[in-house]
């Protein structure tokens, strides 16, 4: 029996080691097989013993070969070649000793399979392979001229400034002038970078670059030897959230342009996609339908085979609280855009923006970059007449729990607000309402002014210092707060969902004044206490905050015609009775306006895969991260923690019968305690 014991142990040890050796092989340098050995040099071997190694041993085999053909012979042959023309360049070497880099070892690989397909000897597997056969020194010209010239050199000088003091987001490009596999995304790199322009930073980093290419290189888990584990040329994102060389974004998928682009702008940036309408969704959803409470911007190709570039992509992110883009095919929709812009002469614009309706189109012509597109998004990114929301509420001016734009020490100030339900009728009163604030806007503060009464330029006062704003309702979305403030009979008619049949559409006017009592010190320091209180206090968290922080609110119903004269002097009258009387108004809670996008659109395509090979790295990710954990622990102790784990798993399993029977045990005994104790307790 000890003897079993003895052995069991043994065979757990063993077992342990042999895994041990696995995973020290599966992290191991993936080479085939150690050039140097194929030389019978050692590592620290200079030139001439390379050379002279090579002369000997390839001689000695092609008279072997010329004797006695075999096909051992010729597969020695080209592992001669290959090992000497790594070892015998001096860039190719120093690659090879750091990064465990072979850029042969697959055409090497795939030359040997063709010779052994063939069955002919006399086969030249390598003729496709450009190298030097001759004992010397190789020296390659630099290939990428262009490439160099167009994108920005990474250097261990430089890569502080200008990537880990950026806010941008930078994508590297880690190549080798001597590799085969990097020539086809080298050049095109140029390509990727124009392609990014205006949305990411592109550099390049020569893995001669030794100090940076070892710390931008992937570590294996047990030796911590740089490595690239996808090969050579390899891309890495470095972003402004995290600026260190562990956590750096590694591509997986495709080496090809569009691959590496599509992924950068997808998964890195999250940028959203643009699609091409059809003609009647082009109309239906995107014109007149849709999101109304968005400025469209139609982006326009000559016949829809390009995609939408990136900087435009990046400007649909950032603008997607305000804007809807859409990409529009010029050819389909020539002969509607020219009779709907009335210019049948109408060359394909660049893009054109659509603000309020019935208000003639924003139409750009000419050259369009990021910049341009920034500029022209921020000056027509809002209606003419802004739209009350959720985000514009406190810009407006309109919050009673903000302040007036005039500043913070203004006590009134009012805002005029036309409700109603998306349609015609509502496009027509707001219509109305921009030749409002456009008269208030125009109108020249002149005290003798004949075209306009004195007490109404007390309006166009307000509006310039600020105090009044003008802005249109969706009643429909904001149904709460339209119900709020315009609480009345005749309310439906604005606000809440249609009623076919029941109450007509009719917009409605109305102005919101708002007086803010000042506060005395006395007041602030118990506001600011009873604050204190109610985020330390869990109960106190529940009750709603002083009303004496909200501004008094009072509200004036128009009930008037569409005149936009009798409008103005409505409004006029209105401040001039809120700045010269004291006038009742009502505080407290008031309904929050509804955001009208609770899930950013582009979170949809944050996990979009190119390819098969992508889907299946981003598995890898995901079980890395899950135990990232292992990385963490000292891997020096690893080997005894592997151990361990293995010998207590092994332990089990063998003694998994005698372990069943102890637990019996431990069962049965517990379950006489409890009996006996019953019966005590029964007894007593």
Request: hydrophobic content about 40%; overall charge negative.
């Amino acid at each position: 029996m000890g003897f079993l014991n003895y052995k069991n142990a043994f065979l757990v040890v063993a077992l342990a080691l042999m895994l041990n050796y696995l995973i020290l092989c599966l992290h191991s340098p993936s080479s085939s097989k150690d050039l140097y050995q194929v030389l019978g040099v050692s590592e620290t071997a200079n030139a001439t013993e390379i050379n002279v190694a090579f002369t000997l041993l390839y001689q000695s085999l092609s008279t072997s070969m010329k004797t006695e053909p075999m096909f051992d012979t010729k597969e020695r042959l080209v592992d001669l070649r290959h090992a000497h023309n790594i070892l015998s360049d001096e860039r190719r070497r120093r690659e090879y000793d750091i990064f465990q880099v072979d850029v042969l070892q697959e055409a090497v690989q795939g030359a040997k399979e063709v010779m052994i397909k063939t069955g002919n000897l006399e086969y030249e597997p390598l003729s496709s392979v450009s190298w030097d056969v001759q004992p010397e020194m190789v020296s390659y010209p630099s290939q990428y001229s262009q490439f160099l010239s167009e994108t920005q050199s990474l250097t261990s000088q430089n890569f502080d400034k200008l990537v880990l003091e950026s806010e941008d987001v930078w994508v590297i490009l880690l190549y080798s002038e001597t590799s085969i596999d990097s020539n086809d995304l080298t050049k095109g790199w140029s390509v990727v970078a124009e392609l990014l322009s205006g949305v990411a930073k592109v550099g390049r980093v020569e893995i001669g670059e030794l100090p940076l290419s070892v710390s931008l290189a992937q570590k294996t888990l047990y030796t911590k030897q740089p490595r690239f584990m996808s090969g050579l040329p390899e891309v890495v994102v470095v972003t402004s959230e995290c600026l260190r060389f562990d956590c750096v974004t590694r591509y997986r998928g495709l080496k090809t342009v569009h691959a590496v682009t599509e992924w950068i702008a997808t998964s890195v940036l999250k940028l959203p996609q643009i699609f091409y309408p059809r003609s009647k969704s082009l109309i239906n959803d995107v014109i007149h339908g849709g999101e109304p409470h968005k400025v469209k911007v139609l982006v326009f190709s000559y016949d829809g085979r390009s995609r939408a570039p990136l900087y435009i992509r990046q400007a649909a992110k950032k603008y997607h609280e305000h804007a809807l883009f859409a990409m529009v095919v010029w050819e389909e929709h020539k002969a509607a855009f020219r009779e709907f812009l009335r210019d049948p002469d109408l060359e394909m614009p660049e893009l054109v923006i659509l603000k309020d309706p019935g208000l003639k189109p924003v139409v750009y012509q000419g050259p369009l970059n990021s910049l341009k597109l920034e500029r022209l998004m921020e000056e027509h990114k809002t209606f003419v007449l802004p739209q009350l929301r959720s985000i514009s509420s406190e810009a407006l001016g309109c919050d009673a729990r903000g302040n007036s734009l005039a500043g913070n020490d203004t006590r009134v100030w009012y805002c005029v607000i036309v409700a109603g339900r998306t349609g015609r009728l509502l496009s027509e009163m707001r219509g109305v309402m921009r030749e409002v604030l456009q008269n208030l806007t125009q109108t020249e503060l002149v005290a003798d002014s004949t075209e306009m009464p004195r007490q109404n330029l007390l309006a166009v006062e307000a509006l310039r210092s600020r105090r009044l704003s003008l802005s249109w309702l969706d009643g429909e979305k904001q149904k709460d707060f339209c119900y709020f403030y315009l609480h009345s009979p005749t309310m439906f008619e604005a606000c809440g969902p249609r009623r076919y049949g029941e109450v007509d559409d009719l917009p409605k006017i109305f102005l919101i004044r708002y007086h803010r009592k000042p506060l005395t010190i006395e007041d602030l320091d118990r506001l600011e206490k009873e604050k204190a209180l109610r985020a330390k206090n869990v109960w106190t968290s529940l009750l709603s905050e002083d009303n004496e922080n909200v501004a008094s609110q009072l509200v004036s119903k128009y009930n008037g015609s569409t005149d936009t004269g009798e409008i103005v002097q409505w409004i006029s009258q209105m401040v001039y009775d809120g700045d010269h009387h004291e006038l009742p108004g009502f505080g407290g809670g008031m309904p929050e306006l509804v955001p009208e996008e609770k899930v950013t659109f582009w979170t949809e395509t944050k996990n979009i895969v190119l390819d098969g090979q992508a889907r299946a790295v981003q598995n890898s990710q995901w079980f890395t991260q899950a135990f990232s954990w292992a990385s963490k622990i000292d891997m020096d102790l690893f080997p005894v923690f592997f151990f361990l784990v293995i010998f207590f798993a092994s332990h089990c399993f063998l003694h998994r019968k005698k372990l069943r029977v102890v637990g019996q045990d431990l069962l049965a005994t517990g379950g006489e305690q409890s009996s006996s104790g019953i019966s005590e307790g029964n007894a007593g």
